[in-house]
């Protein structure tokens, strides 16, 4: 049974998932052709299930920063009122 990858796009950031065998992993957000060789490696997973499951956190991880950090840089730059 092979393993599974969480990569991280050397482009957007975002969490990938790719099979250990793969070479390569075309990141569906920006394009990028990723090296699954030089990506930066989040975890290493057996199962699929589990491996998409962590994904899926990861990812709902990451949105929430965003959103946390995109409100935090807004902070004191809107005009009273808006």
């Given at each position: ?14 969490y990938?998932?790719a ?21 930066k ?42």
């Amino acid at each position: 049974m092979p393993g599974y990858l969480i990569i991280v796009c050397s482009r957007c950031e975002s969490y990938l998932l790719a099979k250990s065998g793969q070479k390569t992993r075309t990141c569906p957000y920006c394009g990028l052709k990723v090296a699954i060789t030089t990506a930066k490696k989040v975890a290493t997973i057996e199962n699929g299930a589990k491996a998409s499951e962590l994904l899926r956190k990861l990812k709902e991880r990451a949105a929430k920063s965003n959103a946390k950090g995109h409100a935090l840089s807004l902070k004191g730059k809107l005009k009273k009122g808006h």
